[in-house]
């Protein structure tokens, strides 16, 4: 780091400029300033899709962040936040990082597929980034967060091979992996990059029509890089039997999935997880070879419903159907602020007041008083009041 | 900490409210149901329009009070200058304070999700921290405004500002200790949450006093060290000049917000309740009792926003966590409102209200006179309005 920016980052500059910190001084001289805080402008959108009018466009984004931006690993996402039009509300979103690995204040790429589910019908951040930004929009971003990223280099450790499963939008982060393995990995002759070490690459996808990158990963495939990919479509599911098949030994080979929960769900039972009987996402038996990522948590079916959920700031009631706190609010016609609504941001962070609670993503129960929860994660058991 | 267990010495009997409002309403609990829901309306109506404009007018508020707190800082490298360093550096304090501190404190903005207007996280540039301040302020004064023995507001605990209040000879100086609290206001809003006069009764301990104790001493530290020692040494060969122009700009502040807030509880015809008025009382109730407890003042544009939007307390506390630059259009339907049922709106002009304000705190410096002396004759009240 510079040295203007630790004088800047300083508890000194900080004391000076209170109470609103030096970054909003920074940036009423220019919006790409920053000393803490991370930003960055849209400088160029593509879309990825062009062709598939039944589903949902997906577009990449180019981004330039600010020179706090401290770079990220494959495999990383980001939050992003958006002040939507109208409402001038700022959301926040995650997205997968889905260039290769970056160094602190270089470009990245988000894919976004427009999805405008748990929205209400109104507005999402994806839609309105694929569909309306502009080049030169600013968005709000974090560091890159998360730890679905490879331990080592395609120049580093032995010869173990590598597993990508993904489905749907949960390309982004193999995406961000493939394209870093082969960018570092050793140059032979003028073929590009060979990595060092097996790489099955699977992939599900609605069509043809809608398999985003598409271009690029049929010259993967096609180049002597040691990278194998196995693109599926519509009715070819996963299933353990097809796995077997293409990696005998998957059980065995580190792998990272990542896709909607359904295929998660799959993927886990494949690799000896099994679900606890609410389907919460706890697992009995961990495979250390396995690493997940799913976009949302997977829905409560059985076991917390009944009693009363009351949200007592605003009065609200219903009985408790055994959803998250956040769904159940949404339900209520209440709309508290939420960010990921998958347990990570602590944008919809409120206190429990009274009752039991179940952690959806660990299963695990908490009945403490005046507990500070994240209600996108958080269904009650019985009886349960929010101060909401 | 609940506030629940209030000492019965303090929870005395009285079975009237004082409103100075010849046409004290008798409103039926009725019609303080149906009052309360039209308020509710209004109130829902406004927030559903939130929206960009909103967004907007504060950034341009906070950017506004930025270049202002940047010209106050330079002006003092340019001695000649100083009486302008002076007065932008004050503008600078009063917005950040009225405007954007106590509105943004209060969650009016919450709901554009920007962590530096998000109540949870802003804290003001004042003694008081921010986590204090909104537990007394926000809750207790908010909920329970003008009810003596509750509202720690009414007098800060210093002064005498209503005849309920028992008179002893400590309040021979009430004009005394009203100007003192003016000239340390800042100090003083910093010190009213340690509630050293309930440690003098021994309704605190000195245990909680200490928990309460030690984020005023951090932010004083902080505001002390920012304002006379880092500023002041910035300015190298200035030093001395710049800590006395800090120090000008900060009792401008005091002096500005002590006369806005005064005049929010404390002019002529602003009523006061017992505790026992407003157990289990209804929405409409509390509605009631914030309007008949705030006063506004009138003035220009410019005015309401150097108050913060505070000159429209009534509509502050009817909607304290609606955006402030909406009370000007909800001050319109709420006059509307109060012609309807007819309950006293109270408003007038700075120098009226502060000359009331001041006559009462030198009235209230001596002993009740008898009762039907009293300017403010107490009226009755139908008992359906306190139930």
Known sequence: MTLTSKVLGSRAVAALTSPHGVDRYLEMFHPMWAAIEVRARVVDIHRENPDAHGSAPVATLTLQPTSTWRGHRAGQYVQVGVEMPGSARRMTRCFSISSAASLPGERITLTIRANDEGTGGGHSVSTFLVNEAKVGQMLHLSQAEGDFTLPFTPTTGGPDPVLMISGGSGITPGMAQLRTLLRDAPRMGSSGGRTNRKVTFVHFARS????????????????????????????????????????PDFRNTDTWACGPSGLIELVRAAYGEVATPEGSGATDCPNPRLRVEFFKPPALTTGAAGGEVSFTRSGATGENTGATLLDQAEALGLNPESGCRMGICFSCVKTKTDGTVRNVLTGEESSLPDEEIRICVSAPVGDCSVDL | MTITDIPTKLAKKRSTVRASDPKNPNLTAEQLEEFGAEMDALRQRVIADLGEEDAAYIRMIVKRQQQFEIAGRALFYLPPAWPLAVAALSVSKILENMEIGHNVMH??????????????????????????????????????TNILGKDRDIGYGILRMDEDQKWNPYYLGNPLYAFLLMVFFEEGVALHDLEVDRIRSGERTWEETKQVGKPIVKKVGKQVFKDYLLFPALTGPFFVSTLIGNAVANLVRNVWTFNIIFCGHFPAGVATFTEEECENESRGHWYYRQLLGSANITGGKLFHIMSGNLSHQIEHHLFPDVPARRYPELSVEVRALCEKYGIEYNTGGLTHQLWTVAKKIVRLSFPNAKRKTDPAPATGLDDAVAA
């Not at chain 1, 985003?212 to 479509?233: K, P, S, T, W």
């Not at chain 2, 962590?115 to 921010?130: C, E, F, H, Q, V």
């Open chain 2, 107 to 144: 969650g009016q903005y919450d709901w554009m999700g920007d962590p530096k207007l998000n109540s949870r996280i802003y804290d003001w540039d004042t003694m008081a921290p921010g986590e204090n301040w909104k537990y007394g302020h926000n809750y207790i004064h908010h909920t329970y």
């Open chain 1, 208 to 247: 043809p029509e809608d398999q985003i990158f598409a271009d690029e990963l049929a010259a993967i495939a096609a180049a002597d890089n040691n990278i194998d990919v196995h693109l599926r479509y519509g009715d070819q599911t996963f299933s353990e039997f097809e796995l077997r098949r293409l990696v």
